[in-house]
């Protein structure tokens, strides 16, 4: 089986190379289950850093404590420790002591700000346009599922954000890197697509020729750009 550290560095590496604006990487230690989490941060074109009416993508993996051990010292050297030498192994026909999966857990947050008046309905087409835009731009049936933050302030209703999130399963190809890298490349691939649309949709024109959804402003930006600089994570 592939190591943490190889596919946090697969992922890395196929998001640049499909042209994904990477912001950020994060990665995290539970320290009671030892359950390892990283996070690619991303960012429109052109975008440096994160503003009021910045879209954000994440795209995010968590390995946990036993995906640990059998990556990094084998299913032989665990099974030795609960059966003597002569006694046949079943893990040995199916590779792994352990049903060894990687979940990819992807993220487009829309800052939207936002009030609804009377028409609360309005989420609800919100979502639908957003679910429908990311099923014009995919070939499979994973469409993302959309949550919405509500604010209510002196009878007021406001939506703060709308997240849309999905999740790809990857099992055989955690074994072996290049397989693993055609599934990284391709959900990088959809991400970077994804988020193509959502700034065309939500910055451009589009919205105000669509019956369904009004004309809708990403919040207004307080302050400009600054030069970022982009550490590549040492375990990457």
């Not at 993508?57 to 003597?84: N, R």
């Not at 049936?141 to 999130?165: F, P, S």
């Not at 890298?181 to 939500?202: T, Y």
Request: aromatic residues 4%; contains cysteine.
């Amino acid at each position: 089986m592939l190591t943490y550290e190889t596919i946090s560095d697969a992922l890395l590496d196929s998001a640049e190379q499909v042209g994904l604006n990477v912001w950020q990487s994060d990665e995290q230690l539970d320290p009671q289950t030892l359950t390892r989490t990283f996070t690619l941060n991303c960012l429109p074109q052109g975008e440096a850093t994160p503003r009021a009416s910045s879209l954000q993508a994440s795209i995010a993996f968590k390995w946990d404590a036993a995906l640990t051990a059998i990556s990094t010292i084998g299913t032989e050297a665990l099974c030795e420790k609960y059966h003597g030498d002569n006694v046949a192994c079943s893990h040995s026909l199916i590779g792994c002591a352990y049903e060894a999966t990687l979940t990819l857990e992807i993220g487009y947050t829309l800052p939207l700000n936002m009030s609804l008046g009377d028409d609360l309905g309005m989420v609800q087409r919100i979502s639908r346009g957003i679910q429908e835009l990311h099923r014009s731009i995919i070939d499979h049936k994973n469409v993302v599922a959309i949550d919405a933050n509500l604010h209510l302030e002196g009878g007021e209703t406001r939506v703060t954000q709308i997240k849309a999130t999905q999740r790809w399963t990857v099992g055989d190809p955690i074994h072996e890197l290049e397989g693993l890298e055609d599934v990284l490349e391709e959900a990088c691939s959809e991400v970077r697509d994804m988020l193509i649309a959502l700034v065309e949709r939500f910055t451009g024109n589009s919205l105000a020729d669509t019956d369904d959804l009004p004309p809708i402003a990403l919040p207004h930006d307080l302050h400009d750009d600054e030069d970022r600089i982009y550490l590549r994570p040492p375990t990457a």
